[in-house]
Nanobody, 122 residues
Framework: QVQLVESGGGLVQAGGSLRLSCAAS????????MGWFRQPPGKEREFVAI????????MYADSVKGRFTISRDNAKNTVYLQMNSLKPEDTAVYYC???????????????WGQGTQVTVSS
């Protein structure tokens, strides 16, 4: 049973920081792409950042570039999203996901976590 479990969400003031974690279990993800997506209130789920589990390559949405950093800890089977300089428009439910290819397309992700709420107050 594949499981992705997010944690680390919460309420923060604009300009603050949060670190999200995604603990993966149930299979080997060494050849997978791990992604963070978010769904703002009333909007579609959107790509935030991806990382290749083995090689460590990364890609970011323009809206978070320079503020967010995705990373992974192979020993802990965990992916992180460090979010700095948070803005009210970053408010969303953040989801961790896994795909077999290098992709930012939401529908190509096979496994999803339950999501964690991030709220940024102005």
């Amino acid at each position: 049973q594949v499981q992705l479990v997010e944690s680390g969400g919460g309420l923060v003031q604009a300009g603050g920081s949060l670190r999200l974690s995604c603990a993966a279990s149930g299979r080997t993800f060494s050849s997978h792409t791990m992604g963070w997506f978010r769904q703002p209130p009333g909007k579609e789920r959107e790509f935030v950042a991806i990382i290749h589990w083995r090689g460590g390559s990364t890609m970011y949405a323009d809206s978070v570039k320079g503020r967010f950093t995705i990373s992974r800890d192979n020993a802990k089977n965990t992916v992180y999203l460090q979010m700095n300089s948070l803005k009210p428009e970053d408010t969303a439910v953040y989801y961790c996901a896994a795909a077999t290819g290098w992709t930012t397309i939401r529908s190509e992700y096979l496994y999803w976590g339950q999501g964690t709420q991030v709220t940024v107050s102005s």
